[in-house]
């Protein structure tokens, strides 16, 4: 059973992929949410585009119990409630996200790269200058690949609402 914790952070990111605000995660708010992105980015991306509508596969491989093509908060939520047991498959999911966010594919986050990853995914500006010194565990001023694998991993599977990872989606609504 999902925690008060978990349904915030949850409730927090599926708002903001629910680009149509219909209740439901489809693959026109992915197609939303990757568009999102590439405007960000001001260019093509065909990289991006294929992480993006391949996580929404998996979403949907994994949580629409109804095969009815849309995910709802609680079959989401029934997902994220087995997270902790399925270490690797989130580092996969995360490792994807990182490749997404990695605008130059130098091997790291910035600072830039990651409001833009929060930005794309919120739909909004969003101020991330105090949230990324907290991701950033040792203090270099980028993510590595390990260092977003544990703050994927806290986010989806975390109950701890002081760890780092709680925040990795930006300010929790």
Same mark, same amino acid.
């Given at each position: =059973? ?5 349904r ?13 605000? !219909? ?7 992915? #197609? ?8 960000l980015r001001? @260019? ?7 992480? =993006? =509508? ?19 908060f609680d079959?989401?939520? @029934?997902?994220?409630?087995v997270?902790p ?9 995360? !490792?994807? =996200?990182f490749? @997404?966010a990695?605008?130059? !594919?130098?091997g ?10 929060? #930005?794309?995914w919120? &739909? ?11 991701l ?5 001023? #980028?993510?590595?690949?390990? #260092?977003f ?5 806290e986010f ?11 925040l990795?989606? &930006?300010?929790?609504?």
């Amino acid at each position: =059973m999902a925690s008060d914790l978990q349904r915030r952070k949850l409730t927090t990111v599926f708002a903001a992929m629910d680009a149509d605000a !219909d209740g439901y995660l489809t693959e026109s708010d992915f #197609e939303a949410l990757t568009n999102r992105w590439l405007t960000l980015r001001g @260019a093509p991306d065909p990289a991006l585009s294929e992480v =993006m =509508m391949g996580w929404w596969a998996t979403l949907l491989a994994a949580s629409d119990q109804n095969r009815d093509n849309k995910v709802t908060f609680d079959e989401v939520l @029934a997902v994220v409630d087995v997270l902790p047991t399925m270490k690797a498959a989130v580092h996969g999911t995360a !490792d994807a =996200m990182f490749t @997404a966010a990695d605008a130059n !594919d130098d091997g790291k986050v910035s600072s830039d790269e990651y409001r833009q990853m929060i #930005e794309a995914w919120r &739909g909004i500006p969003t101020d991330t200058d105090t949230i990324f010194p907290l991701l950033d565990d040792d203090g270099d001023g #980028e993510l590595s690949r390990s #260092e977003f694998r544990e703050l994927w991993y806290e986010f989806w599977a975390g109950d701890n609402a002081s760890a780092p990872g709680t925040l990795a989606f &930006g300010p929790l609504a």
